[in-house]
C-alpha cells in the first residue's frame, strides 16, 4: 500500500498540489525522522516539540516559529532537515498545478483549480500506483470541500476522469480521507513540498517578467529544493 498524502499551495496567479507517496513499511520510520527534526530545533531553539512543519510558517516566521523571525538560517535550516529526511526515504513526489489567470480566461464557468488540479494529480498518483503493481490511499489536509472531493474521487473510481487523458481509477482505494496537518507529520511533509514548489514557480515566473529578484534567496531555494529532487516521480503544470 502507498500511503499519500496530499496537501496545496496557492496564489492568485496559480494552484498547486503535491502528493507525497509513501510505501507502508517507511511511513513511520519517516514520520518518526521529522519528529526528530522537530526534537533538535526544540532543544537548540526553544521550539514546542509538537510544533508544525507548515511551509509559509517556517519562510515567514509564523506560529510555532514566531519567535525564530530574526534567525532565517536556523528556519531555513529546519526546513532543509525535513527535506533530507524525506529524502532518505523510499518515497515519490508528484506536483500537479494550473495557471488559474489561464484558466479564468479561458473558461467563464471553470471548476474551481483545487478540484481540477485534484484530478490531474490524482490521475497520476493511480498511474504511479499502478506501475508498482501498488494501491494508494489519499490522505489530505483538512479543507471546507471534503465531501465535494470524497464525491470527486468516487466518480473517477466509477466511471472516471474527464479530460484528454480520462482515466478510470482503479489503484488507488477506498475515499479521500481527510486528517489536520498538526496531527501528521507526513500531512506536515506534504506541505512543505507543495509551499517551496509554489515558491519557486512563483520565483521564476516573476524573474521571467523582468523583476528583481534577491539572487541568495533563489540560490537558497534551488539548494533545498535538490535535496527532493530525485524523488520527484511526475511534474507538470496545466497552462489553458
Not at 487523458?165 to 506541505?191: E, G
Amino acid at each position: 500500500m502507498l500511503l499519500t498524502y496530499v496537501d496545496e499551495s496557492y496564489s492568485s496567479d496559480a494552484y498547486y498540489i503535491a502528493a507525497l507517496m509513501v510505501p507502508e513499511r517507511e511511513a513511520m520510520p519517516l514520520a518518526d525522522a521529522l519528529d526528530t527534526v522537530v526534537a533538535k530545533a526544540a532543544v537548540d531553539h526553544e521550539v514546542s516539540t509538537t510544533a508544525e512543519l507548515h511551509g509559509h510558517d517556517l519562510f515567514q516566521a509564523k506560529a510555532d516559529w514566531a519567535h525564530l523571525e530574526k534567525k532565517p538560517r536556523v528556519r531555513i535550516g529546519v526546513y532543509n532537515a525535513a527535506f533530507q529526511a524525506i529524502a532518505d526515504h523510499d518515497v515519490k513526489i508528484i506536483l500537479r498545478g494550473v495557471d488559474v489567470a489561464g484558466l479564468k480566461r479561458r473558461y467563464t464557468n471553470a471548476h474551481h483549480p483545487h478540484s481540477i488540479v485534484l484530478a490531474h494529480l490524482i490521475e497520476r498518483v493511480n498511474e504511479c500506483a499502478a506501475s508498482q503493481s501498488e494501491l494508494a490511499l489519499l490522505i489530505a489536509d483538512e479543507i471546507s470541500e471534503q465531501d465535494q472531493y470524497r464525491s470527486e474521487l468516487g466518480q473517477y473510481q466509477k466511471v472516471g476522469t474527464w479530460g484528454y487523458r480520462a482515466t478510470q481509477i482503479t489503484n488507488i482505494v477506498d475515499t479521500m480521507h481527510f486528517a489536520p496537518s498538526k496531527a501528521s507529520r507526513l500531512v506536515q511533509a506534504a506541505d512543505l513540498i507543495a509551499f517551496l514548489h509554489r515558491r519557486r514557480c512563483s520565483e521564476r515566473a516573476r524573474k521571467a517578467k523582468g523583476h528583481t529578484m534577491d539572487e541568495r534567496a533563489l540560490r537558497a531555494n534551488q539548494k533545498l529544493w535538490e535535496r527532493i529532487m530525485p524523488k520527484i516521480a511526475h511534474q507538470n503544470t496545466w497552462y489553458p
